[in-house]
């Protein structure tokens, strides 16, 4: 990626530059979300992965149950429920 050309009053890049860099890292970013999409797809979930999670279903509802999807997670939104099921129990102790 070259540097772009600053103007030589401000030495700011010029908006057509700015824009033409904005450009090119949203075409970037678009090749690689479908690079990263296409490698998710393809990693199959390890048969002893279904097997303990068919196993942990089964013993928490108490029957064998059937597994009709499952796919990889990505992020932090179970990480972060579960902070806020802990940070957010209030506990009261008593009114004085």
């Known amino acids: 990626m070259s540097t772009p050309a600053t103007d030589s009053t401000t030495g700011a890049p010029s908006t057509e530059e700015l824009l033409a860099t904005v450009q090119s890292l949203v075409a970037r970013i678009d090749s690689l979300e479908k690079e990263l999409q296409e490698v998710r797809n393809s990693v199959p979930i390890p ?23 499952i796919h990889y997670r990505t992020g932090a939104a179970w990480a972060q429920q579960g902070r806020v099921a802990v940070q957010g129990r209030n506990v009261v102790h008593g009114v004085r």
């Open 47 to 69: 048969e002893e992965t279904v097997l303990a999670i068919s196993a942990a279903v089964a013993a928490y509802l108490g029957h064998k149950a059937k597994l009709k999807q």
